[in-house]
Nanobody, 122 residues
Framework: QVQLVESGGGLVQAGGSLRLSCAAS????????MGWFRQAPGKEREFVAA????????YYADSVKGRFTISRDSAKNTVYLQMNSLKPEDTAVYYC???????????????RGQGTQVTVSS
């Protein structure tokens, strides 16, 4: 079992930055690929970014490429999502998730956190 706890969300103006953190506990964190997803009100949950167990393979959604950066610190059992140049359309609840093999679809992930709210004002 893997437990995931997100933090770092909040209210920010358009053009601003936030860094989300996802702390993992339970099974060996370094064995898992990690992903970030988001869900805005009335919309489907969508993929944001993913990183494999070593950090050598990283995927981004086209909508965040060049603005968001995913990284991981295995010593701290934590994955991060640095979000720059935020836009109002980035407003959503952001979730982290864990899976054995890096993936971009929600159903491919075995464990999910409870989410953290990100609100970007115009």
């Amino acid at each position: 079992q893997v437990q995931l706890v997100e933090s770092g969300g909040g209210l920010v103006q358009a053009g601003g930055s936030l860094r989300l953190s996802c702390a993992a506990s339970g099974r060996i964190f370094s064995n898992y690929a990690m992903g970030w997803f988001r869900q805005a009100p009335g919309k489907e949950r969508e993929f944001v970014a993913a990183i494999n167990w070593s950090g050598a393979s990283i995927y981004y959604a086209d909508s965040v490429k060049g603005r968001f950066t995913i990284s991981r610190d295995s010593a701290k059992n934590t994955v991060y999502l640095q979000m720059n140049s935020l836009k109002p359309e980035d407003t959503a609840v952001y979730y982290c998730a864990a899976t054995v093999t890096i993936a971009t679809m929600t159903f491919q992930y075995d464990y999910r956190g409870q989410g953290t709210q990100v609100t970007v004002s115009s």
